[in-house]
């Protein structure tokens, strides 16, 4: 079974960087548009970055110039760079892709389990 997996959340000071990756798992063919997204206490999901397979990516105005989302297909993994963190960027950040695995033809919007970054004033 294909599966996302988020790893380095963390706590980290105002104006600190951090690096989240998510490896995608299994019996994978290939993988689409790749994305993260975050969710902060009482408020929607919103989308954080999106990189397509030709590397072409596109940010939410709050992180322009400070995030940069990149992709590496060989190792079927998803980056996100945080640079001059703010406490506006405390949230569950979450995974998302278009996976296709080798026994279908068709595409699996798959979520990760999501990793809780923490930013302090």
């Known amino acids: 079974q294909e599966r996302l997996v988020e790893s380095g959340g963390g706590l980290v000071q105002s104006g600190g960087s951090l690096r989240l990756a998510c490896t995608a798992s299994g019996n994978i063919d290939r993988i689409g548009p790749m994305a993260w997204y975050r969710q902060a206490p009482g408020k929607e999901r919103e989308l954080v970055a999106r990189i397509f397979t030709t590397g072409l990516a596109n940010y939410a105005d709050s992180v322009k110039g400070r995030f940069t989302i990149s992709r590496d297909d060989v190792k079927n993994t998803l980056y996100l760079d945080m640079l001059r963190m703010k406490p506006e960027d405390t949230a569950v950040y979450y995974c998302?892709?278009?996976?296709?695995?080798?026994?279908?033809?068709?595409?699996?919007?798959?979520w990760g389990q999501g990793t809780q970054v923490t930013v302090s004033s």
């Open positions: 998302n892709a278009d996976v296709v695995a080798r026994t279908s033809s068709n595409a699996r919007n798959l």
